[in-house]
């Protein structure tokens, strides 16, 4: 991630630049951001993409030192049936977990660990399911 995040509305472009670079396999979105002072706020959305599937994310940021630091995220991917395809998230369950509490759910109630993931390396993983 490139860039000065001095404020929450930075990391909030950010995001829309992300969107905006793989519009050939997004058909629809709806993105809200809201700020709750100028250093934090939360952004959530849900992208359709050109098979059907979807992504459902939420993001809490606070910006700290020009960085973006997520407090609370959720990157749910389903198929065109609603079907589970993976959700990354950091809630704070699966203490078990080496990387808690950042972790990866996958059908049948799996549970991986992973490091924190952005949006822009979930609609990545997401190209391999497209394509």
């Known amino acids: 991630m490139r860039g000065s995040f001095r404020r929450f509305a930075d990391y ?8 905006d670079e793989f519009s050939d396999i997004i058909s629809w979105e ?9 250093s934090e706020g939360f952004i959530r959305g849900t992208i359709m993409f050109i098979d059907g599937s ?6 809490y940021v606070k910006t700290t030192g ?8 959720r990157y749910n991917y389903t198929d065109r ?5 993976f959700r990354y998230d950091n809630a704070p369950h699966h203490r078990e977990i080496k990387t808690f509490p950042h972790h990866k ?3 049948n109630n799996k549970v991986e660990p992973t490091a924190e993931p952005n949006l822009k390396t979930v609609i990545e993983e997401i190209t391999t399911h497209i394509k």
């Not at 020009?66 to 995220?73: A, E, L, R």
């Not at 049936?81 to 395809?85: A, E, H, P, T």
């Open 12 to 19: 909030a472009g950010y995001i829309r630049a992300i969107l």
């Open 54 to 59: 979807t992504l459902s994310f939420l993001e």
């Open 105 to 107: 759910h996958l059908p």
């Open 66 to 73: 020009n960085k973006p630091v997520k407090i609370k995220y």
């Open 30 to 38: 709806t993105v809200e951001v809201f700020e709750a002072v100028p």
């Open 81 to 85: 049936n609603s079907r589970l395809i």
